[in-house]
């Protein structure tokens, strides 16, 4: 059975820092592709960054966010800088059963319950 928390969460100003953290349990970490998500109020779930053999981020978090994994702590981080009132959402890991990174939410297999991140001005 696979288990995803995420922790990390928080209000910041804008220009601060958070980091995000996802503990998976019954996966295999070097063989699963990793996602982070956010949800808007009123909006859809969109892509924000992924990690398998490589890393692939959203044009609007480039620059600003780095996802990374510790495959022997099956946790997956997303790092947030220089954060900004957009970027205010529930984030969600997610893991799928594959090794490719995809941007579509519906290709992820397992999701954790979200993180909520709030940015102020």
């Known amino acids: 059975q696979v288990h995803m928390a995420e922790s990390g969460g928080g209000s910041v100003q804008a220009g601060g820092s958070l980091r995000l953290s996802c503990a998976a349990s019954?996966?295999?970490?070097?063989?699963?592709?990793m996602g982070w998500f956010r949800q808007a109020p009123g909006k859809e779930r969109e892509f924000v960054a992924g990690?398998?053999?490589?890393?692939y981020y959203a044009d609007s978090v480039k620059g600003r966010f780095t996802i990374s994994k510790d495959n022997a702590k099956n946790t997956v981080y997303l790092q947030m800088n220089s954060l900004k009132p957009g970027d205010t959402a529930v984030y969600y890991c997610?893991?799928?059963?594959?090794?490719?990174?995809?941007?579509?939410?519906?290709?992820?297999?397992?999701w954790g319950q979200g993180a909520q991140v709030t940015v102020s001005s």
């Open positions: 997610a893991a799928r059963e594959g090794s490719s990174i995809y941007t579509d939410a519906a290709r992820y297999d397992y």
């Open positions: 990690i398998m053999w490589t890393t």
């Open positions: 019954g996966l295999t970490f070097s063989r699963n592709a």
